[in-house]
């Protein structure tokens, strides 16, 4: 008996000792395989009694057809541990494959795209046209191109605004885009050129009379020689980044071109361009119509008073980081606004600390020809001044206003004073649709916070037509609301785009075809009206036509 019990407690030992030895080595294989061992010196004891693999060459029967095939290296092993034959070892891998595909998470492409497209104003509903697809593809194979052949200007300056976008504009592909008889050339992304590459323009192109470069980060005063050597027919440039080019060699530009120069369109200049070119600019280019002088920092008042004398400028746009005193900027457009198409005037700041409303009342008293006004970024001007300007201004109905970010700056105090709002409101509102409404294309009032929801809903109140209006821009606008935007839907037939960002109450609106509704993210972007009365339309034509077919039974009512 004493010996029964031994032998059972031997065999109990012996049992747990093997199940502790398969469970440490079974850790310890998990262990290597999570490090990504390559030891294969870990082994089960079992794996040397199994049966081993067919040689290559030996015949076998098909574990799921019974089929006779022979063996090879790439011969697939089934579920139950036979092999399989060719056609059925690509019909498993094919279900494996579908069963993997099947598990991955769905990710909806495209999403980040469709709203960088919709932020740059080219979202078309419906499907893209054959001109769109073909200028993408070219963008997508734009080093496979050899050239691009004799193609309209407008098609040319779209397939180079594409490349741009993609950072595809470099030494390579901006051959494509020069042309022996060409007389314009943009470039709207270069960034990636070289030197050499701005010089190679002008080689080929020596009729150019328009050129637009921008980001040339790495254009000099070398190309500025080449330029004035061989640009013979150039008067209009157009130059964003060019930080290389030295205050001289723009004044030595000026002096050789300046009398055929139309157009000079400058930005983002740090090292140069300051007062003294801009003094030589207006010496040496008496016949220029249009200027723009952008966020340069070398500039200040002085050049005020240079710009003040060319009399012959049409277009006229202006941001200065200096401040600049009031009696300047009075100066200037008391001189020059009487022939002014374009006022473009951003982020002047007063010297003064005493907000007037000067500047508005001198552009109501000497501009009479505009087409387009900005007035931005101002925190002097009340909205009795804009009253005053827009009401029985002899100038046409404006085509383009941008007045945003006319407001007080005041944080502590964001609602402004008690008596008076600072920027654009209701009252001066009111009159800006007054005068312009008939002939307005587009509109930014964004950030002028002082509009009341009353006034929306009346100048948007789907009786009052804009017909020409196509743009607008209400962002940061707190008081617009849902039925704000269904009035604009309604008063604005030509309407392509609406910007809301920040406005919060805009929400479960319905935005019909044809238009495009951006920062409203609980908006409803469906087709609904037209898209209805076609159906209607549709219903009908199919109600006349069996009519006429006298099939001899009723024909019931599509609903």
């Known amino acids: 008996m004493a010996a029964e ?14 199940a502790k030895i398969k469970k440490g080595k079974a850790a310890k294989k998990a262990s290597k395989k999570k490090k990504g061992s390559d030891d294969d010196s870990d082994f089960d004891v079992m794996d040397v009694y199994k049966k081993a693999p067919p040689m290559p060459g030996q015949l076998k029967y098909c574990e799921l057809c019974d089929k006779r095939f022979t063996v090879t290296p790439y011969s697939k092993a089934g579920q139950g541990g036979g092999l399989l034959c060719t056609p059925c070892g690509k019909e498993m891998a094919k279900e494996a494959k579908a069963q993997e595909k099947s598990k991955k998470p769905v990710v909806r492409k495209g999403r980040r795209k469709l709203e960088s497209a919709r932020l740059d104003g080219m979202t078309v509903r419906g499907p893209k046209t054959l001109q769109q697809l073909c200028i993408e593809m070219l963008a997508k194979h734009s080093e496979d191109i050899d050239e691009l052949g004799e193609m309209p200007e407008g098609i040319m300056n779209r397939i180079s605004e594409i490349f741009s976008k993609k950072r595809a504009m470099n030494s390579t592909t901006v051959k494509l885009f020069l042309q022996p008889d060409m007389q314009k050339v943009a470039i709207h ?17 020596p009729n150019i009379k328009s050129l637009s470069l921008r980001n040339c980060c790495q254009f000099k005063d070398s190309n500025v020689d080449y330029m004035i050597e061989k640009a013979k027919h150039l008067i209009d440039i157009q130059l964003l980044g060019a930080n290389l080019v030295s205050n001289d060699k723009w004044i030595e530009m000026f002096i050789a071109r300046g009398k055929d120069l139309r157009t000079l369109k400058v930005e983002w200049l740090d090292a140069a361009f300051d007062d003294q070119v801009v003094e030589a600019l207006s010496t040496f280019c008496p016949n220029l119509e249009r200027l723009k002088i952008e966020r340069c920092k070398q500039i200040g008042e002085d050049s005020i008073d240079a710009i003040a004398r060319m009399e012959h400028l049409k277009h006229l746009t202006l941001r200065f980081y200096s401040e600049i005193p009031h009696e300047k900027l009075l100066n200037l457009i008391a001189n020059v606004g009487a022939n002014l198409r374009t006022l473009c005037l951003e982020h002047f700041l007063d010297a003064s600390s005493d907000p007037t409303d000067d500047v508005l009342e001198k552009i109501h008293n000497t501009c009479h020809k505009l087409q387009k006004f900005r007035f931005t970024e101002n925190n002097e001007c009340s909205d009795a001044g804009y009253v005053n300007l827009f009401s029985n201004w002899t100038n046409p109905p404006l085509h383009y206003i941008d007045i945003n970010s006319t407001r007080d700056m005041d944080n502590s105090n964001p609602d402004g004073p008690d008596d008076e709002p600072i920027g654009l409101a209701s009252a001066g509102f009111r009159e800006l649709m007054s005068h312009s409404g008939s002939r307005l294309e587009f509109l930014d009032i964004s950030s002028c916070r002082h509009i009341s929801h009353e006034t929306f809903a009346d100048i948007f109140n789907g009786s009052k037509q804009y017909p020409y209006l196509s743009e607008i821009n209400l962002s940061f606008c707190p008081i617009v609301d849902t039925q704000i935007i269904a009035g604009i839907f309604r008063s604005c037939p030509q309407l392509k785009k609406v910007v809301t960002f920040g406005c919060f109450q805009v929400e479960d609106v319905v935005v019909p075809r044809g238009i495009v509704l951006i920062g409203a993210p609980k908006a409803q972007d469906h087709q609904i009206e037209q898209f209805g009365e076609a159906v209607l339309d549709f219903q009908k034509n199919i109600e006349n036509e069996m009519r006429h077919m006298n099939m001899g039974r009723a024909v019931p009512v599509m609903g």
């Open 189 to 205: 992304e270069a960034a990636y050129l070289e030197t050499e590459d701005y010089d190679q323009i002008f080689a080929v192109c």
């Open 5 to 18: 019990r031994s032998k059972k407690k031997r065999k109990r030992d012996q049992d747990e000792a093997i």
